[in-house]
């Protein structure tokens, strides 16, 4: 990546080998999200290489994926262990290591039972089907009749299962999925159920409660100004689910494993609006090898029959040691609290802050965001200054109005400065920039992630 600058006016352009990498892809790969145009070829800790050789802070863990950062010595060498002792034991007989596991880890969250699958995805989804199966069974909703309801601007994957939950990406005209009993949307007005709004939920509650078995939710989602706004919402909604006897589901895959200053971001909610039952993923396994877990009570979990939940790689042995050794690395290197400590001086070193195209700064713990002010300029957009923060050397990721960030738990605190710094100065020479090439552009629609 190259910068040009003519008549006083800054320019990007991408590199040689970066325009060959995306030629190819656009021939030969279909799908994905809408990413930078840049290709990421190796990593150690917080410090990534693309395919050019330079170097680039990591200010992203890959979707919230790599919070221990990349290659942790300890990480590496207990999934190598794993793979050097045996490739793949699953559902076709009894993971050695699964019982073991599945106690330790129901006795550190609380819950009487778990699942593993593979991806976020396939979590969410088994955590619904599980919802709808009580709320049917035990709460005794006609089958047709059985709700599960999500909120807006939530993400939970788009796998055909789960995505009619999420806001509209077209997966009814397009690809002719849909499902009156998993929604967002009021199913008597239409009303979407909008994300930090608790009186959506109190009037579709109060409408349709005999019929919902659940809600699930990512209950501390970063994208209020406050944290309070969201976990004042959160809260309210878990009282409402018990008022009405409605199971809720917390969504953990993005913002768990200890980022947001707790293990479990619902962990803010207080043992007494404790979720009914939790997904995890992504960085539960500091995101070395794919695994999700359900937890749940014993109400629920138990229903669930043969054939009605597995995964070929769901009780992975590699997972399983990932698992473990993310968990140790957490807990020995105290990372959690070191969350709390990053967000910390992300409040302090932004505080001063002030740009017209800049709306606001925010984070929960180590998960950052930078919101630019709604306008249709476009030299003030999202992906323009992400695309000036690569070019200067910290890969960013834009999402709509907000440029989403985070941060490795265990950052060092130089990484970690410099790589604010770097984005104080995008966001400060902003308007400098006239001509950046950003990319191929994205079909579709680009949901919030």
Same mark, same amino acid.
């Given at each position: 990546?190259?910068?040009?600058?003519?008549?006083?006016?800054?320019?990007?352009?991408? !590199?040689? =080998?970066?325009?060959? /990498?995306? &030629?190819? %892809? #656009?021939?030969?790969?279909?799908?994905? $999200?809408?990413? *930078?145009?840049?290709?990421?070829? !190796?990593? =150690?800790?917080?410090? /990534?290489? &693309?395919? %050019? #050789?330079?170097?680039?802070?990591?200010? $992203?863990?890959? *979707?919230?994926?790599?919070?221990?950062?990349?290659?942790?010595?300890? /990480?590496?060498?207990?999934?190598?262990?794993?793979?050097?002792?045996?490739?793949?034991?699953?559902?076709?007989?009894?993971?050695?290591?699964?019982?073991?596991?599945?106690?330790?880890?129901?006795?550190?969250?609380?819950?009487?039972?778990?699942?593993?699958?593979?991806?976020?995805?396939?979590?969410?989804?088994?955590?619904?089907?599980?919802?709808?199966?009580?709320?049917?069974?035990?709460?005794?909703?006609?089958?047709?009749?059985?709700?599960?309801?999500?909120?807006?601007?939530?993400?939970?994957?788009?796998?055909?299962?789960?995505?009619?939950?999420?806001?509209?990406?077209?997966?009814?005209?397009?690809?002719?999925?849909?499902?009156?009993?998993?929604?967002?949307?009021?199913?008597?007005?239409?009303?979407?159920?909008?994300?930090?709004?608790?009186?959506?939920?109190?009037?579709?509650?109060?409408?349709?409660?005999?019929?919902?078995?659940?809600?699930?939710?990512?209950?501390?989602?970063?994208?209020?100004?406050?944290?309070?706004?969201?976990?004042?919402?959160?809260?309210?909604?878990?009282?409402?689910?018990?008022?009405?006897?409605?199971?809720?589901?917390?969504?953990?895959?993005?913002?768990?494993?200890?980022?947001?200053?707790?293990?479990?971001?619902?962990?803010?909610?207080?043992?007494?609006?404790?979720?009914?039952?939790?997904?995890?993923?992504?960085?539960?396994?500091?995101?070395?090898?794919?695994?999700?877990?359900?937890?749940?009570?014993?109400?629920?979990?138990?229903?669930?029959?043969?054939?009605?939940?597995?995964?070929?790689?769901?009780?992975?042995?590699?997972?399983?040691?990932?698992?473990?050794?993310?968990?140790?690395?957490?807990?020995?290197?105290?990372?959690?609290?070191?969350?709390?400590?990053?967000?910390?001086?992300?409040?302090?070193?932004?505080?001063?802050?002030?740009?017209?195209?800049?709306?606001?700064?925010?984070?929960?713990?180590?998960?950052?965001?930078?919101?630019?002010?709604?306008?249709?300029?476009?030299?003030?957009?999202?992906?323009?200054?992400?695309?000036?923060?690569?070019?200067?050397?910290?890969?960013?990721?834009?999402?709509?109005?907000?440029?989403?960030?985070?941060?490795?738990?265990?950052?060092?605190?130089?990484?970690?400065?410099?790589?604010?710094?770097?984005?104080?100065?995008?966001?400060?020479?902003?308007?400098?920039?006239?001509?950046?090439?950003?990319?191929?552009?994205?079909?579709?629609?680009?949901?919030?992630?």
């Amino acid at each position: 990546m190259a910068q040009m600058q003519h008549s006083g006016v800054k320019a990007i352009r991408l !590199s040689p =080998k970066t325009k060959q /990498l995306l &030629d190819i %892809d #656009g021939q030969y790969s279909a799908g994905g $999200i809408y990413p *930078l145009p840049v290709f990421i070829k !190796s990593g =150690k800790g917080s410090i /990534l290489k &693309d395919a %050019d #050789g330079k170097e680039i802070i990591d200010f $992203i863990c890959m *979707l919230s994926a790599t919070n221990l950062g990349q290659c942790h010595p300890e /990480l590496t060498k207990a999934l190598m262990a794993s793979m050097q002792n045996i490739t793949l034991t699953n559902i076709a007989t009894k993971v050695g290591d699964w019982p073991e596991f599945t106690r330790d880890m129901c006795q550190r969250f609380g819950y009487d039972k778990m699942v593993g699958m593979v991806s976020g995805t396939e979590g969410a989804d088994a955590a619904v089907k599980f919802a709808r199966k009580w709320g049917i069974k035990v709460k005794g909703i006609h089958h047709n009749e059985v709700l599960v309801l999500g909120c807006s601007d939530n993400y939970h994957g788009v796998g055909s299962g789960i995505w009619p939950i999420m806001n509209d990406m077209g997966q009814k005209t397009d690809y002719g999925i849909a499902n009156e009993s998993l929604r967002n949307t009021n199913p008597i007005t239409g009303k979407l159920l909008q994300y930090g709004c608790i009186e959506d939920f109190e009037e579709v509650l109060a409408a349709t409660h005999e019929r919902v078995a659940a809600i699930i939710m990512e209950c501390i989602h970063g994208k209020r100004r406050t944290f309070e706004e969201e976990l004042n919402f959160a809260i309210g909604v878990r009282q409402l689910c018990k008022k009405y006897n409605v199971l809720f589901i917390a969504d953990e895959v993005r913002m768990g494993s200890g980022k947001t200053g707790k293990f479990l971001c619902s962990d803010w909610m207080g043992p007494e609006n404790k979720p009914d039952m939790v997904v995890m993923g992504k960085s539960i396994t500091g995101g070395a090898y794919p695994a999700s877990y359900i937890f749940g009570r014993n109400e629920v979990m138990d229903l669930v029959g043969g054939y009605e939940s597995v995964a070929t790689f769901g009780m992975a042995p590699a997972a399983i040691a990932a698992t473990r050794a993310t968990l140790n690395i957490i807990d020995d290197e105290k990372l959690v609290e070191r969350a709390a400590w990053i967000g910390e001086i992300w409040k302090k070193e932004t505080a001063s802050w002030s740009f017209p195209w800049l709306d606001y700064v925010t984070n929960r713990g180590a998960d950052l965001g930078l919101y630019l002010k709604r306008s249709d300029n476009p030299r003030f957009t999202t992906r323009k200054l992400a695309m000036v923060a690569l070019h200067k050397g910290v890969l960013t990721y834009p999402d709509g109005d907000r440029v989403r960030l985070g941060v490795a738990l265990n950052i060092p605190e130089s990484d970690l400065r410099r790589g604010i710094a770097i984005l104080y100065e995008a966001l400060s020479e902003l308007n400098d920039y006239e001509d950046v090439e950003t990319g191929p552009p994205m079909k579709g629609t680009i949901p919030d992630m």
